[in-house]
């Protein structure tokens, strides 16, 4: 929740500072208006709040999960990529993998072994399935076009907003040059 509650304050303060740019530089330019103008005066702005709004789906959907009011699974039940303990170990608690706690609930039968969790579907103690294999519609969703899509329209904005790509080209060429 701490986690969620920073990021909001962080991604909602870049978002509202590249508005204000995009503000001042309205102001100190021409008021001819046209498409292309607009873009490229808010375009950055736009791109890091879009990105923002995407970056910040997926701790609020694990917030939203955590307290148990949104229970759609990112995962696939009985994901065939799971590694099971073996011999196979039914269990109602993590605990019940193991003596040894690995921390995160996670339990080895003794220090240096591989760590298991119960898997609450099927009571069975297993390495988890936090693979993208295993991740459902749901998953993909938040974990790949959220987070992925949402941090790259975010670098696209602050790159663009600062002509930073041009500023590099011109000092490689310097550099080079000599």
């Not at 590694?83 to 269990?91: G, H, K, M, S, V």
């Not at 609450?120 to 749901?138: N, P, Y």
């Not at 987070?147 to 550099?175: C, E, H, M, P, Q």
Request: net charge positive; glycine share 8%; proline share 3%.
């Amino acid at each position: 929740m701490i986690n969620l509650v920073v990021d909001l304050i962080l991604m909602g303060g870049l978002s509202t500072y590249f508005w204000y740019l995009a503000a001042t530089k309205r102001q100190n330019s021409t008021r001819t208006r046209t498409a292309k103008k607009w873009m490229n005066t808010y375009g950055p702005a736009l791109l890091v709040t879009i990105g923002s709004c995407l970056i910040l789906a997926d701790p609020i959907r694990h917030v939203l999960q955590d307290k148990h009011m949104w229970h759609a699974p990112m995962y696939i039940k009985n994901c065939p990529v799971r590694a099971l303990q073996q011999p196979i170990r039914t269990c109602s608690q993590p605990s019940d993998c193991g003596v040894h706690d690995c921390g995160g609930g996670f339990f080895a039968d003794q220090a240096g072994t591989d760590c298991f969790t119960c898997w609450e579907d099927d009571g069975i103690c297993s390495e988890g399935a936090e693979t993208f294999r295993c991740l459902s519609t749901i998953g993909w969703v938040f974990t790949i076009f959220c987070s992925y899509i949402g941090f790259a329209l975010f670098f696209t904005g602050v790159l663009w907003n600062y002509d930073l790509v041009s500023k590099i080209r011109r000092k490689w060429s310097a550099l080079t040059s000599s």
